[in-house]
């Protein structure tokens, strides 16, 4: 027997020792499936599939990946887009899949002990059971878990009101890549004691070792919600509208999308046009309408926009059923557009660079693509924008990435002038590994590598992902 297969048969042993059955794949279609996430640029080949089903098995799985040298990659709901949980290289994937608890609540302190494996929308769900909120909310909440949530520190469309995913994490189980478990801080507010390595562990990628609980805060329910769609006839006017509304109200949503995306969406016909005028791009606005006052303080907001030729026509939901189906309009784009294998890139810069760089972007990517179709939209109001190229039918998918990778140095040399960051949530993984160096110096990615060196000194978490 080869030594490769000699290996191969010992690991496969250890898992044996560690896993029952049940909770242990070796062979068959899943090993692909549990082996990918949603880029689709690269081929899955795990050498086995584990189902943890406690933070102690995923502890005695760390420290035989020290002993007998093989490696890990950590695999949530699959949902992510560069690459961060493939197995490309037979690694042992760790599917939190069954690692789905929701356990302590406490209505006092607003928090909620999550296993990783908790699906986002199951979350979301608890807190509306117990009249509270988990505001971190984006397209695919119904097939994320928890843990890859804080593995990748998720945005979505309501960071501009309520932060990122790490804003709401009060406490975390991890296990380290030496195998040691670590409880991080526990769910107090305040705790002035040194570093705080649970921010280290949020947005890791799976580099340093595993999420396995977290402690998530909670917050009251937002009241009314009403959703303002706006058609606007340019980049510039966009920032213009986000000004003047969050001047006067604090916006939970501030969103763009572009003419294409809107036409993908409604050519479905699960939803209609907003309205009938014709717009280049449009912004979608959410805000809590909790009196009347507020409600003529919109209407006098969005008639100033209008005379000052910044929104061409708008509307604005009249109950929750139409305020749901405004929002399809924007959070149906990602998934309508992905029967065209669309190259994405998801930028970000502060919001004050926003028009420079939507207008340098745009000019680099319609003369470097001129026969491709470009499909913009994103959280504006972050400063992020996901820009999507679509593959044509002509183009095989090889030589569509590879003639859209040739104009990523002109769109990311633009980025780093304006100090902006070449994944503004999407992660870097394998996907945009190549091109960190826009986004970081190289003094920070000594500093990067130093601390995966403390923490996986073996390197069997997530190899190749993020630094490499
Ligand atoms: C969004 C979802 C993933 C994609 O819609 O905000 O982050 O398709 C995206 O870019
Ligand atoms: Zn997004």
Redesign the pocket.
């Known amino acids: 027997m080869s030594s490769h297969l000699a290996a191969t048969d010992n690991i496969l042993n250890i898992l044996a020792q560690i896993f029952p059955d049940k909770d242990l794949i070796t062979e068959g279609d899943e090993l692909s499936l549990y082996g990918k996430d949603?880029t689709r640029v690269y081929e899955p080949n795990p050498l086995a599939i584990v189902f943890p089903r406690n933070t102690e098995q995923v502890q005695s799985l760390v420290k035989a990946a020290n002993q007998q040298s093989f490696t890990l990659v950590p695999s949530g709901g699959r949902t992510g887009?560069s690459g961060g949980a493939m197995s490309t290289d037979q690694e042992v994937v760790v599917s939190f899949e069954r690692m789905n608890r929701i356990g302590d609540f406490s209505p006092v302190d607003r928090t909620v002990q999550c296993e990783a494996g908790v699906i986002t929308e199951q979350l979301q769900q608890f807190a509306e059971q117990n009249d509270l909120f988990y505001p971190v909310d984006?397209?695919?909440s119904g097939s994320s878990q928890i843990g890859g949530n804080i593995a990748t520190n998720a945005?979505?469309?309501k960071v501009i009101r309520y932060g990122l995913t790490r804003d709401w994490v009060a406490g975390l189980t991890v296990v380290t890549g030496k195998g040691d478990i670590l409880e991080l801080n526990n769910g107090l507010v305040k705790n002035a004691t040194g570093y705080d390595l649970r921010h280290l562990f949020i947005g890791s990628e799976g580099t340093l070792g595993f999420i396995t609980e977290a402690t998530i805060r909670l917050m009251r329910p937002p009241r009314h919600l009403a959703v303002l769609v706006l058609g606007v006839p340019e980049f510039d006017a966009l920032m213009k509208v986000s000004q003047t509304f969050q001047d006067q109200l604090d916006l939970t949503a501030f969103?763009f999308f572009s003419d294409k995306a809107l036409r993908y969406v409604t050519a479905k016909g699960d939803v209609a046009k907003p309205f009938e005028t014709e717009s280049p791009y449009y912004a979608l606005l959410e805000f809590e309408l909790i009196s009347e006052q507020t409600e003529e303080q919109v209407m006098s907001l969005f008639e100033r926009c209008v005379e000052e030729g910044w929104v061409l026509d708008g509307v604005m939901s009249q109950n929750e059923t139409q305020a749901a189906n405004l929002w399809r309009l924007?959070?149906d784009?990602?998934?309508t557009?992905?029967e065209f294998t669309?190259y994405?890139n998801?930028l970000s810069v502060t919001v004050s660079k926003v028009p420079e760089f939507l207008n340098g972007v745009n000019q680099v990517v319609t003369q470097g693509y001129p026969d491709f179709e470009i499909v913009w939209?994103?959280?504006i109001g972050d400063g992020?924008l996901?820009l999507?190229i679509l593959k044509p039918d002509n183009l095989g998918k090889e030589a569509f990435f590879e003639k859209c990778t040739q104009v990523n140095d002109a769109v990311f040399d633009i980025v780093a002038k304006l100090g902006g960051s070449i994944s503004a949530?999407?992660g870097v993984g394998l996907l945009k590994k190549p091109y960190l160096h826009y986004s970081r110096s190289n003094e920070e990615l000594g500093y990067m590598h130093a601390l995966k060196q403390v923490f996986d000194p073996n390197g069997v978490m997530n190899p190749g992902k993020l630094l490499g």
């Open positions: 949603w887009l984006f397209a695919s945005g979505g469309i969103e924007r959070e784009i990602s998934e557009i992905a669309p994405k998801d939209y994103g959280h992020n996901h999507n949530e999407h």
